[in-house]
């Protein structure tokens, strides 16, 4: 007789995959694996990686293959309905390839997909067992990505996979010369502009010109400005004025952002993902969060009308380290195919 269906979450990042299998109760078996993704290689190379963790997850739990109920896989790239539609960090041959039904027929295995963030999202949400709320995720990192869990636990991807692209939604914050700043999508004064990696290397950029920071210890160096952007978190957490500045920005922006969104959704909970989950100066950045937020906010979305010890939008830094997105591919198929 079978043992009881086993779940897989595959989640491919940039160099590295991990992975991670449920048993048919939910809980983890066995360690999370890890193998290199090979994605800049074609996505053969990468599925044959996939197999490789695949059959190390099964050793560990002691099953086959043909216990395994299904796989939840998520890519480092926008996708629709299993179709990867932008390049990102990925080789040529992903594009406009339905990655998950080409999947699905070499392993045979029911398989859903969706993008990294999406799948941190249902990471988040199914890590906090007891939350009957929505939960959406908002990830600064090189980019600004988010996801969005509808209350009970299913995803929202929208009708075409395309939702919760929310670094791009427009924000009114112009640059000293009055300028909309530009987005890496060829779009002008997106959220993304002010609040992402990206955006904090031109913000540094156009900081340091000014007389103020000449003396500055990052104007006097001669790294680059991709060096400099990554030495201003320990900066701020030395209390250096300048890089404070900077990450104040980014949070009260991105807070003010996040207003416009929980107004569409209600999510109820907000979880900051990202690089900053982990900085020294996280709480300090979550106050710059909410003064944006509440800022643009309506009081309603702050606390409760009619009751008001009840907080109506929490805000949470995300718990599930760089694990979140393969235990919500894990969880996800789960749901869908137990
Ligand atoms: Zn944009």
Redesign the pocket.
Known sequence: MSKAKHFVGLDIGGSMIKTIILDSSGEQVGPIVEVRSHVKDGYEATFRQLNIAIDALAANAGISLDDIGGIGLDVPAPSSNGVIWGKANLGDDWVGTDICSKYKERTGIPTTMTNDCNAAAVGEYSIRHKHIGGLLLVAPGTGLGGGFVLPGGKLYEGANGLAL?V??ISVPFREDDGELPD???????????WVSLVALRRRLRLELRKTEWANHELNTSDSTIEDKAFQLRTLAENGDTLAIQLFKQQGYILGYGIADIVRVFDPGLIVIGGGLAEAKFREQFMEWIKEGFNERAWPVYRVSPIDPEKITTEFEWATGGDAAAAIGMAYTAQELFS
């Open positions: 692209e670094g791009h987005c890496t999508c060829g779009l002008k004064g997106c959220l993304e502009a």
